[in-house]
């Protein structure tokens, strides 16, 4: 006797209603990422900031933090004070540029922001070693300049000030190339104020 056929049916219903929750693609997390750094930033929770700045893997630029969310970071920093925050995002930002050739100091905001907070933290020296990074390979608009130059007059160095400024009406040509004569004469105008009471104007223009 022999053994009867088995019959196997092909009329099967696969339902394809499952729902799959999967990760979100890396162009959604890096907004997510931007969206809560900024938000963190805003409500000066530095220390979570920072957390999810430094989390971020340094040679991935598409998990990076833009420039907008680190220049609101660095902006709660300059108004706290926080000198260690924005050293710490300076070393990643340098990470970023090593690792994954994504320079975000090149940004004229960013860079004016680091000046400032170092300038306001008393600490010059790196206000100056971030103005200089990168500024003859790109250019540095006049808004770098002048962040720098307040922060020399801002901890006691007019002379070192109004130096910068000559040296940035000499690069830009004519006074008039700058943004405006008036954005000029206000930034600077407690630099020339400072020099003119230690007997510095004289020296120079002598």
Avoid at 13 to 41: M, V, Y
Avoid at 48 to 63: D, F, N, Q
């Amino acid at each position: 006797m022999g053994i009867p056929a088995i019959s196997l049916s092909t009329n099967l219903t696969i339902s394809t209603n499952i729902t799959a929750t999967s990760a979100p693609t890396t162009p959604h997390k890096h907004r997510l990422h931007n969206s809560t750094l900024k938000s963190l930033s805003k409500s000066g929770k530095l220390d979570e900031a920072l957390r999810l700045i430094e989390s971020s893997p340094s040679k991935s630029p598409a998990t990076a933090p833009d420039a907008e969310a680190c220049a609101l970071f660095l902006h709660s920093c300059i108004s706290r004070k926080a000198l260690e925050h924005g050293q710490r995002l300076y070393l990643q930002l340098l990470l970023y540029r090593a690792r994954s050739n994504q320079d975000l100091l090149s940004n004229p905001r960013l860079k004016s922001k680091l000046i400032t907070l170092f300038s306001v933290c008393g600490r010059v020296d790196e206000a100056r070693r971030v103005f200089e990074d990168g500024g003859e390979d790109v250019g540095l608009p006049e808004s770098v300049w002048v962040a720098m130059g307040i922060g020399y007059s801002r901890n006691g160095y007019p002379k070192e000030a109004m130096f910068l400024y000559y040296e940035m009406v000499c690069r830009f040509g004519q006074l008039g190339n700058c943004q405006t004569i008036e954005f000029l004469q206000k930034d600077f105008k407690e630099i020339y104020y400072s020099l003119k009471q230690r007997q510095y104007i004289d020296t120079i223009t002598s």
